[in-house]
């Protein structure tokens, strides 16, 4: 399922205008991307967490070169999957 397809599925279930459906799916995905950009952790019971690692800088290597590099610290965002989810996946929940 992508971004339009649960747009359309939203708009389809609640009988609402595509892009009423369209509001509000990008309302809760920016929702989203502000909180993680502010350091927040979002937990959604039975489905799971969304939380962002950092890390410091280290010395990495160019694997075509075998160069030694400076990579810069950064931050990425996790997903970790919520039990219920990971139950209902693979067959242990109905």
Known sequence: MNKSDLIAALAAKHSL???QAADIVNLTFDGFTDAL???ERI???????YF???YDAYMGRNPKTGEKVAVTPKKLPFFKV???L???VNG???
């Open 37 to 39: 950009k502010n350091g």
């Open 43 to 49: 937990e959604i019971r039975g489905f799971g967490s």
């Open 17 to 19: 205008p595509e892009q």
């Open 92 to 94: 242990s929940k109905a």
């Open 52 to 54: 962002v690692k950092e």
């Open 86 to 88: 990971k139950d209902m």
């Open 82 to 84: 919520g039990k219920e």
